[in-house]
């Protein structure tokens, strides 16, 4: 089953003037990049260790509404960019997919995706979704090609070092998703993606938590119009001199998500 969230996609008019907000208002630095150029999309990227946020941009509308990545992302778009939808990692995802078609998931056959860096070198995977994508439905399936760009040794230990402009290394810890059927929620996520059982968490107000490898995925009770917005949380991964472990450094709302970082 998913070992791990792999990454989330936050719909920006410009990732670019996007990833500069980050890093002045986060303290979070966007290292990557790349054009999924038969999809119609264009993203920055910021990698914590293996998993990342990607910051991601309609290059070519008619393509992108075409695209099963570009459509959530058209749609946060037009409500004003945030949080589109979410990639769930997996290291064997024919095998997955299998057994979870077998319990009554409605996932796709895997298919192959790639794509190209401002260097010229391509990153590969293989994915399987739902019918359906966006802020509110199970995540996609994703295993990453290890033999291709990105995910050699050195370069996932460089990344798991890398120092942000908020005081070092930072990881996901949790995604917090406001749903108006909580139960009707977490039952998608184990059929669809095999995420759960969901237990009561520790957050209170209704909410349930469901462990992803070292992640957690949080449903919290949402009922408001608009868009959903998300709750990204993160941790610095190694204790920053002076400050209690567990001190929010960033508490705010950008993008249409809210954000918080703590202190390890």
């Not at 208002?25 to 990698?47: C, S």
């Not at 860096?117 to 359906?132: K, T």
Request: glycine share 10%; hydrophobic share 40%; charged share 25%.
């Amino acid at each position: 089953m998913p070992h791990a969230i792999d990454h989330i996609l936050i719909s920006c008019q410009d990732p670019e003037a996007a990833a500069a907000a980050v890093e002045t208002e986060l303290g979070l630095e966007a290292t990557g990049a790349g054009r999924h150029t038969a999809l119609g999309t264009f993203n920055r990227l910021i990698w914590l260790g293996d998993s990342f946020i990607e910051l991601i941009g309609i290059e070519a509308r008619k393509l992108a509404e075409a695209s099963w990545v570009g459509r959530p992302v058209v749609r946060a778009a037009e409500a004003g960019g945030g949080f589109a939808m979410w990639a769930a990692a997996t290291r064997g995802i024919r095998e997955e997919v299998d057994q979870l078609r077998a319990r009554g998931s409605d996932l796709s056959d895997p298919i192959a995706g790639e794509r190209v860096r401002p260097d010229g070198r391509i990153v590969r995977w293989m994915l399987a979704e739902a019918p359906s994508l966006g802020p509110l439905e199970p995540p996609f399936l994703i295993e990453h090609d290890m033999t291709a760009a990105e995910w050699s040794p050195a370069e996932r230990d460089e990344r798991a070092a890398q120092h942000h402009p908020i005081g070092g290394p930072v990881r996901f810890e949790t995604l917090e998703l406001p749903a108006p059927d909580i139960p009707l929620a977490t039952r998608r996520y184990l059929r669809t993606v095999g995420i759960g059982p969901f237990r009561p968490s520790l957050a209170g107000r209704g909410a349930r938590d469901a462990s992803v490898g070292p992640h957690t995925v949080r449903f919290v009770p949402g009922h408001s119009p608009g868009w959903p917005t998300a709750r990204v949380h993160l941790r610095l991964a190694a204790p920053l001199p002076g400050v209690e472990p567990g001190t929010v450094l960033r508490n705010l709302e950008l993008f249409g998500c809210r954000w918080l970082i703590r202190a390890s």
